[in-house]
């Protein structure tokens, strides 16, 4: 049975930092990618930052790029995402995902989500 356990939310004030952590147990070998997604009220899901866990590429969205990193702990089963000069539009539930194809074929599992809010 895969789970995937998302910490690390909070609020905030524009300008500061979280970390992001999904702890991924079960049969977390078949992993090929794992990411992060946010959904903030009234608007559709997007792809926030994505990484393959056997290292080498790593996406991230153009409104993250530069202040977001994502990386991975293959010991632990861990995917981080360090969110740094956040703003009030970074405001979501953020939710971890992994994919056993290649990034962007679909995720797999998801996670339940963390709150993030970013006030200005």
């Known amino acids: 049975q895969v789970q995937l356990v998302e910490s690390g939310g909070g609020s905030v004030q524009a300008g500061g930092s979280l970390r992001l952590s999904c702890a991924a147990s079960?049969?977390?070998?078949?992993?090929?990618?794992m990411g992060w997604f946010r959904q903030a009220p009234g608007k559709e899901r997007e792809g926030v930052a994505a990484?393959?866990?056997?290292?080498?590429?790593?996406y991230y969205a153009g409104s993250v790029k530069g202040r977001f990193t994502i990386s991975l702990d293959n010991t632990e089963n861990t995917v981080y995402l360090q969110m740094n000069s956040l703003k009030p539009e970074d405001t979501a539930m953020y939710y971890c995902?992994?994919?056993?194809?290649?990034?962007?074929?679909?995720?797999?599992?998801w996670g339940q989500g963390t709150q993030v809010t970013v006030s200005s």
């Open positions: 079960g049969y977390t070998s078949r992993f090929n990618c």
């Open positions: 995902a992994a994919e056993f194809g290649p990034c962007g074929s679909g995720s797999d599992y």
């Open positions: 990484i393959y866990t056997t290292g080498g590429a790593i």
